[in-house]
């Protein structure tokens, strides 16, 4: 059972910086990849971030460079650091581990059509 626990979330000013944490319990790193989501207040929830097995990233467009994902695997964590914040970027930001499922299929060491399981998310607060 994968369990997927946030944490860095908090208050900052605009302009300023944060560096959130996702720690996975029950889950190894695999070809399905990990990644960031946000959701704001009244909208769907948004990809921010993906990251594969072998390093591989996706931004979603609006990140224009400011943030940046990472993975220890030695620790089962994966980071989001998010330097020059807006006040746009407030949001409950959510990470995902995904797992081979059954209509699942790789390309090379990507695979897709995994199933996902969420943590619960951490505030992130821009003023």
């Known amino acids: 059972h994968v369990q997927l626990v946030e944490s860095g979330g908090g208050s900052v000013q605009a302009g300023g910086s944060l560096k959130l944490s996702c720690v996975a319990s029950?889950?190894?790193?695999?070809?399905?990849?990990m990644g960031w989501y946000r959701q704001r207040t009244g909208e769907e929830r948004e990809l921010v971030s993906f990251?594969?097995?072998?390093?591989?990233?996706k931004y979603a467009d609006f990140v224009q460079g400011r943030f940046t994902t990472s993975q220890d695997n030695a620790k089962n964590t994966l980071y989001l650091q998010m330097d020059s914040l807006q006040i746009e970027d407030t949001a409950v930001y959510s990470c995902s581990a995904g797992e081979w499922g059954p209509h699942s299929y790789c390309k090379g060491a990507h695979c897709y059509d995994c199933l996902m399981s969420w943590g619960q998310g951490t505030q992130v607060t821009v003023s």
């Open positions: 029950g889950y190894i790193f695999n070809g399905c990849g």
């Open positions: 990251i594969m097995q072998d390093g591989f990233t």
